[in-house]
C-alpha cells in the first residue's frame, strides 16, 4: 500500500481519537465544575438521611445502601442495592442530594416499572460490552489495510461500524430513562428535601451537565487504553 495512503489512514485515526477524547474530558470536566459549584451550597439535609427518608417512605426500607470510595460512583441498580459516594454521603450539600435523588428516581421507575428498567440495564451493558471491542477491531482492520489485506480490513471496517452504530443506538435509547430519572429527582427533592427554587434550579444544572457524559461513556471504554482519559 502506497505510504501517502498510510499516513492518510493513521492522520484520519489519530484526529477521531483527539475527537472522541475532547468528547470525554470535557463532558467530566464540566460535570466536575457543577459539582465542585454546587457543592458549596447547603442543602438541608445529606444525601444518605435523604436516602433512608425515601426509601422508609416509598420503599419500606426494601433499599439496601451501601458506599463507595468512587467519585460519582452513585447508581441503583435492579436488585435494590443504592450506592452513594464516601466523600458526600454524609455531607449537607447540594450536589452530592442531588445525584442521590437522581439514583433514587431510578428506584421509582424500577418500583413503577421493572420491564423497562430490567431493559435499560440491558442496553448498557450491551453498550459497555461492544464499546471495549470496537477499537481492537478498528485497529486490526488498520493493520489488514496497510499489509494489504483489503478483503479482511473492509470487513474489519464494516464490522467496527456496526458495533459503533449498535453501541450509540443502545446508549443514546437510556438518555431517555435517565432524563425521566433526574425528573423523579426533582419532584423528590421539591416534596421531601423541602428546596427552594433557587436550590431546585441549581440541582437542575447538575443533572443537566450529568446528560452529557452518557455518550461520553462509551467513548470512555473505547479510548481507556490511551491512558489520557480522565479517571
Not at 494489504?148 to 480490513?153: G, P, V, Y
Not at 430513562?177 to 440541582?203: C, F, P, T
Request: charged residues 20%; glycine residues 2%.
Amino acid at each position: 500500500m502506497e505510504l501517502k495512503y498510510i499516513i492518510i489512514i493513521i492522520v484520519a485515526f489519530a484526529l477521531l481519537i483527539t475527537i472522541g477524547l475532547a468528547i470525554v474530558n470535557f463532558s467530566y470536566a464540566e460535570l466536575l465544575n457543577k459539582f465542585n459549584s454546587i457543592s458549596s451550597l447547603p442543602a438541608g439535609t445529606t444525601p444518605y438521611d435523604f436516602a433512608k427518608h425515601i426509601n422508609e417512605i416509598f420503599f419500606n426500607n426494601s433499599i439496601h445502601i451501601k458506599f463507595s470510595d468512587k467519585l460519582f460512583s452513585d447508581c441503583y441498580n435492579t436488585i435494590g442495592t443504592l450506592t452513594l459516594c464516601k466523600q458526600y454521603a454524609n455531607d449537607n450539600n447540594l450536589a452530592g442530594l442531588a445525584i442521590c435523588a437522581h439514583e433514587l428516581g431510578h428506584a421509582v421507575q424500577f418500583k413503577n416499572d421493572r420491564s423497562k428498567i430490567f431493559k435499560f440495564a440491558k442496553k448498557k451493558k450491551l453498550s459497555e460490552f461492544l464499546s471495549k471491542i470496537i477499537t481492537p477491531i478498528f485497529i486490526g482492520a488498520i493493520a489488514c489495510l496497510i499489509f494489504n489485506q483489503l478483503i479482511i480490513s473492509i470487513c474489519l471496517f464494516a464490522t467496527s461500524f456496526v458495533l459503533f452504530m449498535i453501541a450509540l443506538s443502545s446508549k443514546m435509547s437510556t438518555i431517555k430513562i435517565e432524563k425521566e430519572a433526574s425528573q423523579n429527582a426533582i419532584a423528590l427533592l421539591k416534596d421531601y428535601a423541602y428546596l427552594d427554587d433557587q436550590q431546585l434550579y441549581s440541582a437542575k444544572k447538575l443533572l443537566n451537565s450529568a446528560k452529557l457524559t452518557y455518550v461520553a461513556d462509551m467513548l470512555r471504554s473505547m479510548l481507556k487504553w490511551t491512558m489520557l482519559t480522565k479517571k
